[in-house]
């Protein structure tokens, strides 16, 4: 597939990355020449240095025969108006942008060949937000992702001293929960992916990466680790888009306050936000925090787009009590080394927006696509389509569909029912299948596995 992507940053450097790995053929666009000569050095793509929604460097960049254009510049202007230059000038196919502003999202008629023609926009934000509402759902989760419109749910959880499961075989969950189906997918154990079978062994410290339907989520937890008590108060540091999304979605649920620098910015947020508390001051402050309280709080969030402000206010938020700190980081040589000590966990913006922006990159019929473990690995929700002569997949048991190493199947759902894999379910056509990857490699061959013979038109 030929892709261009528009912004040379965090989103576009990381998205190049993971697309250049499939042997697609990327170019970048970039203002910035050193950064894309950096990016050069280190992939296998093409570069063109210029703005990005001139018609004369998208024509450079291959625009006139290129599949599929990602606008992830830092401007939603600059991006809305490439994906135009690309569709009147280039007949680009498919147009996908980044766009921040609640402005231009909130508007349902301002996107389309009509209007403004990007087939695809992107919210960061607004996905941040839902990703760290899931967290707060399930107390105790390192991560917590959809398949299937919400009906099944795939689980991180950090096994504990004491946990009921630490030190026995995964078996044994079928033996404590006879009556609730799960499947752990895979365990990363000091850093390193193991693909689980039952006479596996958990250990204190493992990771744990378990699927069950959504209803099921909360007795599972309760196997592999004790169960923290449901979250009450909530401390947001940094009122900017994310943090004001974060507080809306939440304040009838928690008690939430924000800490804000911009006197300007508290007052804008008083007046929008019905519940919360607005604080004026510094997150890092610590004769703020003391006065705050901050050893009852749940749940420390520092969510400004400073990243060492953020590690700082949650190390100290840390040591004074907070019970939990979660800490939005957007240089990713900061997340693995931050989630190693105090910080409980490092949410990576640009990896919850590129596991959104590959379900719509990837072939063939992925619905979904979630990034793991900071990228190390993947999980994806495949449609199966055809027939039991077109396909290497539909009227197949589970045990007999051959799979690349380092990937297995975890549920299977048709409509609205949630089926966990085991080895005599039958693959139907339009099943949901879902799929986890510890090796990104094998991409392609999962994706060639699901494509349709011809017998099946």
Do not use: W
């Amino acid at each position: 597939m030929k892709i261009i992507i528009l912004g040379a940053g965090q989103v576009g450097g990381t998205l190049a990355a993971n697309l250049a790995s499939e042997h697609n053929d990327i170019t970048v666009v970039d203002k910035d020449p050193d950064r894309l000569r950096e990016l050069q050095d280190r992939l296998d793509i093409g570069t063109v240095t210029g703005q990005a929604s001139h018609p004369d460097v998208l024509a450079r960049a291959g625009a006139a025969d290129a599949d599929l254009l990602i606008a992830v510049t830092n401007s939603d202007e600059i991006n809305m108006v490439a994906c135009q230059v690309a569709y009147t000038l280039f007949r680009t196919p498919t147009k996908i942008s980044r766009i921040r502003s609640n402005a231009y999202t909130n508007v349902e008629k301002l996107f389309g060949n009509d209007a403004v023609p990007i087939d695809v926009f992107i919210s960061p934000e607004e996905l941040v937000t839902r990703y760290i509402k899931r967290l707060l759902q399930y107390p105790g989760s390192l991560q917590v992702l959809d398949f299937a419109d919400g009906k099944v749910q795939l689980v991180g959880v950090k096994a504990y001293y004491g946990g009921p499961m630490v030190g026995n075989e995964l078996a044994a969950i079928r033996d404590h929960m006879p009556t609730v189906d799960t499947r752990v997918a895979a365990i990363f154990r000091r850093g390193t992916a193991i693909l689980p079978s039952g006479d596996t062994v958990v250990e204190a410290g493992d990771e744990v990466f378990f699927i069950a339907a959504k209803k099921n989520v909360m007795p599972v937890m309760s196997e592999l680790r004790r169960l923290d008590t449901p979250y009450k108060r909530l401390v947001i540091a940094g009122g900017g888009n994310i943090g004001e999304r974060l507080a809306r979605a939440v304040e009838s649920r928690y008690h939430v306050k924000i800490i804000e620098r911009s006197y300007d910015r508290c007052r804008a947020l008083s007046e929008q936000l019905s519940k919360a508390i607005v604080l004026h001051g510094s997150a890092s402050d610590h004769d703020l925090l003391a006065q705050e309280n901050i050893e009852e709080t749940d749940v420390f969030l520092a969510l400004t787009n400073d990243d060492e402000a953020n590690i700082m206010s949650s190390l100290l938020a840390k040591r004074m009590g907070a019970k939990k700190v979660i800490t939005l980081i957007t240089n990713p040589a900061y997340v693995d080394l931050v989630q190693s000590g105090d910080i409980d966990i490092a949410i990576s913006p640009q990896q919850i927006t590129i596991g959104s922006l590959l379900t719509y990159v990837r072939r063939g019929d992925i619905y979904n696509v979630h990034s793991l473990r900071r990228g190390a690995a993947e999980a994806l929700e495949i449609i199966a389509h055809g027939d039991s002569r077109s396909s290497k997949v539909v009227g197949r048991r589970l045990d007999e569909i051959v799979l690349p190493e380092g990937v297995n199947i975890g549920a299977l759902v048709r409509g609205e029912e949630v089926m966990i894999a085991h080895s005599h379910l039958l693959v139907e056509s339009e099943d949901h299948l879902i799929l986890f990857l510890v090796d990104k490699s094998k991409i392609k061959m999962v994706e060639k596995l699901f494509q349709v013979g011809f017998t099946f038109f």
